[in-house]
Structure formats: C-alpha cells, structure tokens
C-alpha cells in the first residue's frame, strides 16, 4: 500500500504563485516516476506532470512554462512549483508514484489531494 500525503494548496488571486508538496511512503519499492495530476468540479483527473528519479520531467501543455515540477529522492517527496495561476487552475491537485507510462487508471490508490482555487 502507498500513502500520499499533500499538502501546499490554498486561494490565491490570478497571476499569483503556490507551491505544493507530497510525501510518499509505503510499498514504493520500484515506482520511480512520481506524478502530479488534478481534477476541476465535473471533470476527469487529468495528469499535470510527472518526474522521473533521474529529473527527467513531462508537463500538460496547459501549464507548459508555468509549472515547475521537482522531486527529493532521500525523502521520496515531490513538488510542483505554480506560477502564473489562473482561474482554470482551480482543482483538487494529487500526487502519486509509479512507473513510466502509467495512466490514471493504474494507480491503485489516491491521498486527499490539496485543493487549489484561483480567483479572477
């Protein structure tokens, strides 16, 4: 079993920053991508980034520029740094951890996520 603990997230107005983190624990052993998705009120999550152990990175061509997503291997945490916030950024943000290629639906299980909410 993973555990997901998230945490970072608050109001902010358009144009403004936050930061979100997440610790990992639990059955990790030989999940070494951690991820970073949301989900808006009536939509589906979608994935936002993800990093690999070795820094390689992937972003939605929606936060392209704007997001920044960063990790600490000794203590299985990940980050993503959000700059340039907007109204369309409001959601519940989730992290989680698995292998190259995952898609939502191959995570077994979720944490609380962090909401995020944008006002204009």
């Known amino acids: 079993q993973v555990q997901l603990v998230e945490s970072g997230g608050g109001l902010v107005q358009a144009g403004g920053s936050l930061t979100l983190s997440c610790a990992a624990s639990?059955?990790?052993?030989?999940?070494?991508?951690m991820y970073w998705y949301r989900q808006a009120p009536g939509k589906q999550r979608e994935l936002v980034a993800h990093?690999?152990?070795?820094?390689?990175?992937n972003y939605a061509d929606s936060v392209k520029g704007r997001f920044t997503i960063s990790r600490d291997n000794a203590k299985n945490m990940v980050f993503l740094r959000m700059n340039s916030l907007k109204p369309e950024d409001t959601a519940v943000y989730y992290c989680?951890?698995?292998?190259?290629?995952?898609?939502?639906?191959?995570?077994?299980?979720w944490g609380q996520g962090t909401q995020v909410t944008v006002s204009s």
């Open positions: 639990g059955s990790i052993f030989g999940r070494n991508v």
């Open positions: 989680n951890v698995g292998r190259l290629g995952f898609s939502r639906t191959d995570f077994p299980s």
């Open positions: 990093i690999t152990s070795g820094g390689n990175t």
